[in-house]
């Protein structure tokens, strides 16, 4: 990857006087760490880009005069065409921070954020400011996002058919543009939700036609997405090279796992999967960014533990698992509150995979209350879960007693969700007294009127059955399994009657020939899904409930889906039972498939580590208060939180650091030394001593090499930027937070401070 590149200062004045110059100047200087160019500009992207190569084969002339600025433009569009769109963002302000009267790179920036319409509309006023500089055809580019934004009365479907036939007027100008084409391809499918696509066929014609003038572009990112919902195979030549057409972007190495899992080719589709952990991870790590501040990132090394536990790499998917929990949280991208980030897929996928390879001992010892791993939590799903695995291991490991415990512990869980239930309730239905009460309308009368019960209504309620709640289905189990354990098996049967999906096919399975119910086990083995697991166990259960020959036949199915599976496995060690019982004469592992369709493939090592880890420290040098030099060494290999403040004239940041000196004792109980950072000079620096005893160090970097160091820093316009980073007594960092704000919640920084540490 390059090296960021040191941009004159001329460039960040003319950047910043062409922004400003339609409005006039600033009503009031922006609080310190905001831009001054409003707030779209304090989101995203602060440091410079850099021309890292393996974007893609895109040619999308502009108007600027500035070969540079062009080469992070079209490099911006490449990683829009793999939705890196935060890295897409920062090529388009680099670009215009090189040219800032180039109005496509403004559209650009609002391409960028597609997914955030208020941050589009303010990139797209700086493009449209510049349309008089603009050709023709940018102009075109230009009224695409003009009249998609446009506040009037079009429903949402109009507005995405008026958006593709924007579109289709910029390749009908020209129609041998090929990025128009790429782009209206990707338009149709995007907009499908609301504009439904009549003919994918028509859609992958106008793809050929991309691929014809350039057969490596990016493009075949859309092929995968059109075909991926319902036929897959038509995408397979666009799997086999879309990662190596953009190898730079991790997300192009991930669509085409889509392909290969929904061909059930696993194994395929593991290497796609990553191919683009090993990408995202090499980039996270060189540049400070936190996993979860990455686009599908969790979302790809979650299906990769499920992608692996198809394929029985049992011990590569708990591994995996357990990384995406030792991930650094934030409050606002990765808790266990968010579904889709690091905490909560880890934590459900390592306890899925926990329970599926059987680690009852590893399993228990991990789902303890005081486990940093799998600790007691307040979401229902999380804890129902948790208790589920820890009694299933209790079963597993012969421990009545402990398990009768975690029946006790699950059901007063239940108790307090009850509870905080009245309580929400209660607090919803108190009056709002801010709020008057409003009329209802006559049109909301009359909706009433329509949806109200009928006389032959009158006094009904709805018998149907509620749906079970994932701690009914947990405690369902765990009760099972306590009589099981406590030898009443007629008390276990009569539980397992009224239940359908309550419980997973392939353990339901063995607790009907548990309870001595051979027919409703074979019933059940029949709806196991047909991976290596689950083959392995219908063989076995087959074999149990006397259908010998049944079981034979499902070993052959075994055969063709084992080639990857760990033989220490408990499973493995059934089927090698089973097969010698069976007198199966070719074993239950087959061969490895030989593929000729998956595309030319580099080494995964040469692509960046499968874990992500925390990076190194970068090396810097400061002052403290009497002028002694000081660096890393000085922080004594002790876990060290560097809270880098702006100065004492920045109210935030001298809000923080009141906090922070409040908290000082909490810090230091949690094994926590703190050092503050600041821009000042050791002689201004000591001033905060005169109103404040601040019982840690302060150091000075007038020099502002340390807050580059930490990426602390605006590159576009020359700002500082707030910033708190964990680093641990290896000079590594666990944490960090860079931001127009000073990061607040200290409740969190403590506890999540600790959670890092304790998994070291």
């Not at 666009?238 to 990662?243: D, N, P, T, Y």
Request: glycine letters at 4%; hydrophobic letters at 40%; charged letters at 25%.
């Amino acid at each position: 990857m390059a090296k960021p590149r040191s941009l004159p200062m001329r460039f960040h004045l003319s950047f910043f006087l062409t922004l400003i110059s339609a409005t006039g100047a600033l009503a009031a200087e922006p609080p310190a760490g905001h831009s001054a160019h409003g707030e779209a500009f304090n989101e995203g992207p602060r440091q410079a880009a850099v021309l890292m190569g393996g974007t893609g084969e895109v040619h999308f002339p502009s108007s600027t005069k500035s070969g540079e600025a062009q080469a992070f433009f079209e490099q911006g569009v490449g990683q829009l065409h793999g939705f890196w769109y935060f890295e897409a963002e920062r090529s388009f302000r680099q670009a215009a921070t090189l040219d800032p009267d180039c109005a496509m790179f403004y559209w650009g920036m609002a391409m960028a954020n597609v997914n955030n319409k208020d941050r589009a509309k303010s990139f797209l006023a700086k493009a449209v400011e510049r349309k008089d500089k603009a050709t023709d055809r940018e102009k075109l580019w230009i009224k695409t996002l003009e009249n998609y934004y446009q506040e009037d009365k079009r429903d949402d479907k109009q507005r995405e058919l008026d958006f593709i036939r924007d579109l289709e007027e910029i390749v009908q100008s020209d129609p041998t543009y090929t990025e128009a084409k790429a782009f209206l391809a990707w338009k149709i499918w995007h907009a499908k939700s609301k504009a439904p696509i009549s003919s994918p066929m028509a859609v992958n014609a106008l793809l050929d036609q991309v691929f014809e003038a350039s057969p490596n572009h990016p493009a075949h990112h859309y092929r995968i997405h059109l075909w991926d919902g319902f036929k897959p195979s038509q995408a397979l030549k666009s799997a086999a090279v879309l990662g190596q057409s953009a190898p730079s972007i991790a997300h192009m190495w991930h669509m085409p796992g889509h392909i290969f899992s929904k061909l059930k080719r696993y194994d395929d589709a593991a290497w796609q999967q990553e191919a683009s952990t090993r990408v995202d991870h090499a980039y996270m790590m060189k540049n400070l960014i936190l996993p979860d501040q990455i686009h599908n990132y969790a979302h790809n090394e979650e299906w990769l533990v499920r992608t692996f536990n198809e394929l029985g790499r049992a011990s590569d998917a708990a591994a995996l698992a357990k990384s995406l929990i030792a991930n650094p949280r934030h409050p606002k991208i990765n808790t266990l509150d968010k579904g889709s980030s690091s905490a909560s897929y880890g934590r459900t996928r390592l306890i899925e995979t926990l329970i599926q390879w059987e680690r009852w001992s590893q399993l228990e010892e991990l789902c303890r209350c005081d486990s940093p791993w799998v600790p007691k939590a307040v979401q229902e799903g999380h804890e129902a879960l948790r208790l589920r695995g820890l009694g299933l291991a209790q079963f597993h490991l012969d421990r009545g007693e402990a398990l009768d415990t975690t029946i006790a512990e699950l059901k007063q869980f239940q108790l307090e969700l009850k509870q905080k239930k009245i309580e929400d309730a209660k607090d919803e239905a108190k009056p709002k007294a801010e709020k008057p009460k409003e009329a209802t309308s006559p049109a909301a009368k009359a909706k009433g009127k329509g949806k109200g019960k009928g006389k032959a209504d009158a006094g009904k309620t709805n018998e149907a059955k509620p749906k079970a709640s994932d701690s009914d289905k947990a405690l369902a189990e765990l009760q099972i399994l306590a009589a099981l354990i406590h030898d009443d098996v007629d008390a276990a049967k009569e539980q397992l009657l009224p239940l359908k999906d309550e419980i997973p096919a392939d353990r339901l399975a063995r607790y009907w020939l548990a309870v001595e119910d051979p027919q409703k086990a074979i019933e059940t083995a029949n709806k196991i899904n047909q991976n290596f697991v689950g083959l392995a166990t219908k063989a076995s259960i087959l074999a149990l409930a006397g259908k010998p020959d049944e079981a034979r036949k499902t070993i052959d199915q075994v055969r063709k889906v084992s080639f990857a599976a760990d033989p220490t496995l408990p499973v493995a060690a059934r089927l090698d039972a089973l097969v010698e019982s069976l007198d199966v004469k070719n074993g239950w592992r087959g061969k490895a498939p030989i593929r000729k369709d998956s595309g030319v493939r580099p080494e995964l090592d040469t692509l960046g580590p499968i874990h992500w880890s925390p990076p190194m420290a970068p090396k810097w040098m400061a002052l403290d208060l009497d002028l002694n030099a000081v660096n890393a060494a000085t922080l004594q290999k002790k876990p060290t939180l560097l809270i880098f403040y702006l100065g004492q004239s920045c109210t935030h940041c001298m809000e923080q650091m009141e906090a922070v000196l409040k908290r000082s004792k909490d810090f230091e109980k949690a094994g926590l030394q703190l050092v503050g950072v600041t821009p000042e000079p050791p002689s201004l620096a000591k001033r905060i001593l005169d109103k404040h005893d601040v019982p840690f160090p302060i150091y000075c970097d007038p020099s502002l090499d340390m807050f580059r160091a930490f990426r602390a820093h605006d590159d576009f316009e020359q700002l500082l930027l707030h910033c708190v980073a964990l680093i641990d007594s290896k000079n590594q960092i666990r944490w960090i937070d860079i931001s127009y704000d000073p990061f607040m919640d200290l409740d969190f920084l403590i506890k999540e401070s600790q959670r890092l540490l304790r998994l070291e």
